[in-house]
């Protein structure tokens, strides 16, 4: 019958070989070895001009203009603007900046300004929270949102991940929300497509301005 002795040395050496065995690799190890997935399907859209808001997060001159890629989305951002008032939709803006006092003289283009009761100050990746959003859409009876944010991976993401949870169909136009950069953009549309919770993921369609039709 082993003795504890014996138990002990065993035990050590177990240990010491646990110890020098190679950690494994995670995922900063494998940084370089990541292989992008292929690119999001992109679907063309009818949408319900009576059940569905169009929502332009945190589109202000200050931080759009510091982003070219924000600043490319603007012309799509019109175009559904546009369409959405022609079809009398309900539109809803997030104001950010101006040290807290940002108003819709600040909104990065007039063409786009919202209007009196639209827009409410609103800070943070999720515009649900404390604001009158909600209220907005419950009101109006909307079952669907189209999402416009800058950044993508901020505004947009919190807050199509947030409607998802809260049981609207979300809209993605992809050519209407920016980030810094493409890798940015690129991970924030992945995750809203397929990477995310299949909560949200199962409640989103991904397309383009050009693709929706009303």
């Not at 992008?36 to 945190?58: G, I, N, Q």
Request: glycine share 8%; with cysteine; aromatic share 8%.
């Amino acid at each position: 019958m082993p003795t504890k002795t014996f138990m002990g040395v065993v035990a050590g050496a177990f240990g010491l070989a646990v110890l020098a065995a190679p950690a494994g690799a995670d995922v900063i190890d494998d940084w370089k070895t990541a292989v992008p997935p292929p690119p999001p399907e992109l679907k063309e859209v009818m949408v319900d001009s009576s059940t569905t808001a169009l929502l332009f997060l945190d589109i202000m001159k200050a931080g759009c203009s510091a982003r070219p890629r924000c600043v490319a989305a603007v012309p799509n951002m019109k175009r559904l603007h546009d369409q959405a008032r022609a079809k009398n939709m309900v539109v809803w803006y997030s104001l950010v900046g101006s040290n807290g006092k940002a108003t819709p003289d600040d909104i990065m283009d007039p063409a786009i300004k919202p209007r009196a009761g639209e827009w409410y100050r609103q800070g943070g990746p999720d515009k649900f929270l404390g604001s009158t959003l909600q209220a907005t859409l419950k009101q109006a009876g909307i079952k669907t949102v189209i999402v416009c944010g800058n950044s993508f991976q901020g505004a947009t993401v919190g807050t199509a991940s947030a409607a998802a949870q809260r049981g609207y169909k979300v809209i993605i136009p992809v050519d209407c929300s920016a980030g810094e950069d493409a890798y940015h953009e690129q991970y924030a549309a992945f995750h809203l497509a397929k990477g995310g919770p299949v909560a949200v993921t199962s409640a989103v369609t991904m397309t383009r301005s050009t693709m929706i039709k009303f």
